[in-house]
């Protein structure tokens, strides 16, 4: 047992105890981070902000929302928004932190491909990245549920609906996943817990895992240089800061980080206070009610390109029913993203810009994602069909195409 | 050491295999647990009277959470020997209304006889089944019993089984 002595004071105390200087140090005034890098490697700290506001907010609702047909709809719509104090806040600070988390997720996974920081010892943060983005957009899918509008209930039916394309125990999964034949009380009840307790917990474990897994092969940087992280770290420290290629994580970078994250949040408080209507779709402010379905269903922004990929193939191939086909191409679309450290078989990691074809390739998939999310909202109407169609076939083309274009890279060497 | 060392696997494998049977116990308690209500189960008898129905108009019920069509067909729509219940003299459409894409309700447009269902421009004929779009199958058609002028859904009838081992 270590030996106590009459700590000089609380932290001293409590450094005797729980090794809070040596902690301090690995977790941040020892942890080095390149300095060439720019704005767009402070959205790990943005979302964990947004993570937190969700967090916060989410404890308010949660003192108020009866998860029950008959009473979810009332205990949001009039309960929260009209009765209690400021539950408009809590509300709304929900639905835009919700709808913003997709878009710096967005932005941090295109960060991580255009810079190539999912290869070569980075393969973990991928991964557990995009396990991230799968349990979030579970997280968001249950929670738009709780509202029990019209919105809610049919993305409801028609998202459990996919399960039904699984062969052959596709139908009874469904029934199994409602608890119900069709969406109903029970489905209310079940997915309530998966938002508010083990996505969740899940969400915060994987987490920590991310963070954890950038630990050993350390922060990429914007020329994806392999630095000698001791070396430079060592010359920080001796005070040649000017010099060294690092600086420590607090209180330099976070430093930095803040500007970023106060900069995002003027933009979000004034989307939350003038514009949150935007994550409030008018349709779910009518009761849910399963004899009628909306004219038109469609999903959150950040679902619609992979619903568009879904609904894009609208034809039948020979045996294969149009269905089967979209919901096909729809898986595809959601693991695609998952295995992409093992699509690119150039080693070397380089930013897109000297990486003459994958560049063209990362801009052509940026394009074609906002193509299908424009269309995605869209009617599947006439000529709409058809560039829906045409975006939805191009992305799968692409993913089949990035093996051979980042092979031809490498064999044709970077600039 | 070799006996003892074979008595430490042996208790190894034993608490191994229990936990084991106990955790695939649990999984099967779990996934019951998410399992339909008996009373959700059971609640699925409804029974119609057929005779109010008049010629080309569409009446909705719901049974089971979901919403049955009921059409009385006219002379022009045309006769489907594989999915009609004929009670009296008259065919009638029996559908579960839900689009067969991905379960939207698609609603009656009389004037063209059809269903057409909003979500992804499904199209389905007078006796349900899908015409265009991306609907894989035609409509189903809903467990049933004739009881004269009545029908008992959720009950498989004679009826009821001659159509499926038609289709
Ligand atoms: S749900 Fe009817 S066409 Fe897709």
Redesign the interface.
Known sequence: MAHIRKAEGVIDWLDQRLAVKKLAKVMMTEYWIPKDINFLWAMGVVLVVLLKILIISGIFLLMYYKPDVNLAFDSVNYTIMQEVEYGWLWRHLHGVAASCIFLIIYIHMFTGIYYGSYKQGREMIWLTGMALFGIFSAEAFSGYMLPWGQMSY?AA??IT??FGGIPFIGSDLV??????????D?TLT?FFMLHVLLLPLAIITLVAVHFYALRIPHVNNQEAEELDFEAEAKKFQEGKKRESKVVPFWPVFLSKDFFVVGVFMVLFFYLVFYHYDFAMDPINFEPAN????????YPEWYFLWSYEVL?GF?FPVGPI????I?LAAFGFANVIFMIFPFLDRDPKVAPAHRRPRFKIWFWLLLIDMIILTIFGKLP??GIN?YIGFVAAISFILLFVALPFITKKDALGGTK | MAVKKSRRDFLGMAFGGFAAVGGVLTLGAMKQTWDPLPSVQAAGFVTVDLSPLQEGELRTITWRGKPIFLLKKTAEMKKNENRDVVVGNADYSVIIGLCTHLGCIPSWIPSTMQFKCACHGGEFDASGINTFGPPPRPMDIPPFKIDGMTLVLGEEGSEYKKLVAKA
């Open positions: 049919w039916q028609v609906n996919l029934v199994w996943i409602r608890g119900d034949f069709a969406v109903a029970a079940r399963s004899m009628k379905t909306p004219a038109h269903i609904r609208f029913a149009a269905m089967d979209g599947p109407l069909t």
